[in-house]
């Protein structure tokens, strides 16, 4: 039964619970599509990367890769779990300020970083910038020297490592257009001069290479390729990392295809291959920064939707269609990711029939789930779709303008709205009159 490789529950009346609450309930109350998050999931998953290294006596810190969900409640989450946080934009390190997230906890990436950005990012005194390029570290100069302040920064590189995972999610590969490569000479040429500013702080290096990654394999190469390069600057130049961050990517399951590991086997290979390099080249252990984002909130959020139309073609397939699709979760179009689902007010029943979820877009590519195994169904039955917390509302969009669904987090049997639902207004509010 799906529900067993799910973190969610069935209550008394046959519907999917989940945090305590009635999802049917949680749909009649606020309307679909809708997201829903588990708070105490998130909470858990949070723990279960922090502890860990706490337990192994290693410095640390995790940061949520916010791109993954950004909103003001889900960072103050963050913050109660006294992690820090990874902002992609300007948009996002606004969200964190508004937020009130420490910002000695805040780390800015971003392979285009303008100059407002970064401004923004200088005059908060955030902890870290995280630099791509050369032109960054330019502007980066010209802040600092017309601010006559000082920033903290790693270094972005690419270690040429391709796991084994969606060519769209690959970010370390040397074909990347994120940071510096290590294999000609940019990482050098970038190390001098970020190394020798009087108004930088270079604490180390930084890489990602990829996501939805289920080998440990690949961080420990990654560990064994920076360090060779860390070496040898502190060969040559007596540089001692304080630093070294390895990303995040660690994957969760969406469909009984993936195997993920648990958090805690992630940490324990990703510390045990830091100490075991930093003793290999005589170097201080530095302090190991990760980045998760989907394996924070993605297993925590769920998708419900109301069935519509139904179709059936004899002897090909029935389709059903439910009130939401590509403008709430883009991936199955865009990366063919695949889900899992049941319908909330029928979690109890046996499967009888096998339908394909159509989404309400006028596009032939938006299809949610195919071949999805489920109890008769009926138009106004509630789909919940499952592994939608990273990726959902944050890549949601205006297409065939529709508006964008609410959020809602549940804790401990309670209920709040956290992201109000768009009205049409919204949509069109930037629109200006031709006439």
Request: with cysteine; glycine share 6%; hydrophobic share 40%.
């Amino acid at each position: 039964m799906i529900l067993d490789h799910h973190p969610y529950t069935i209550n008394e009346a046959g519907h999917l619970a989940i945090g305590g609450m009635d999802a049917v309930e949680l749909a009649n109350k606020y309307g679909t599509p809708l997201y829903v998050f588990d708070v105490s999931l998130i909470r858990e998953n949070c723990r279960a990367f922090v502890n860990t290294f706490q337990e192994l006596g290693v410095r640390a810190q995790v940061a949520y890769a916010s791109k993954a969900f950004s909103s003001v409640a889900m960072l103050q989450v963050i913050r109660q779990e006294n992690l820090s946080l990874d902002v992609v934009s300007q948009g996002e390190l606004y969200t964190a300020l508004l937020a009130d997230f420490p910002v000695k906890k805040i780390h800015l990436h971003g392979n285009n970083k303008s100059y407002e950005e970064l401004e923004m990012a200088i005059d908060n005194d955030i902890g870290c910038i995280v630099v791509d390029n050369f032109q960054e570290i330019d502007l980066i100069s010209h802040i600092l020297q017309e601010k006559d302040k000082t920033i903290s920064v790693l270094m972005r590189v690419t270690p040429g490592i391709e796991p084994n995972t969606h060519q769209y999610i690959v970010t370390g590969n040397e074909d990347s257009k994120f940071g510096f490569s290590l294999e000609n000479g940019q990482a050098d040429k970038a190390f001098l001069q970020l190394y020798e500013h009087e108004k930088i702080n270079f604490k180390g290096l930084h890489n990602h290479i990829g996501s939805q990654i289920f080998e440990t394999e690949v961080f420990q190469l990654s560990a064994d390729i920076l360090f060779h390069k860390l070496a040898e600057w502190h060969a040559e130049y007596n540089f001692v990392p304080e630093v070294l961050n390895l990303g995040g990517g660690f994957g969760i399951r969406y469909t009984e295809d993936d195997q993920p590991l648990s958090y805690a086997e992630h940490v324990n290979k990703i510390v045990t291959a830091v100490q075991d390099q930093s003793e290999s080249f005589n170097l201080p252990m530095p302090e190991i920064w990760i980045e998760p984002g989907r394996s924070i909130v993605g297993n925590a959020g769920i998708t419900l939707y109301s069935v519509g139309s139904m179709k059936e073609i004899p002897g090909v397939r029935k389709y059903i269609s439910v009130d939401g699709g590509m403008t709430d979760n883009i991936r199955p179009a865009l990366y063919q990711a695949k889900y899992e689902a049941v319908l909330a007010n029928k979690a109890a029943l046996p499967a009888s029939e096998s339908v394909s979820v159509a989404g309400k877009c006028c596009e032939s590519g938006d299809m949610l789930i195919w071949d999805l195994s489920v109890p008769e169904i009926d138009s106004d039955d509630i789909l919940a779709v499952f592994s939608t917390g990273a990726y959902g509302y944050s890549m949601a969009n205006h297409y065939n303008r529709f508006a964008k669904p609410a959020a809602v987090f549940v804790e401990d049997g309670n209920d709040k709205l956290v992201v109000k639902r768009e009205t049409y207004h919204d949509v069109v509010k930037n629109d200006i009159s031709y006439e």
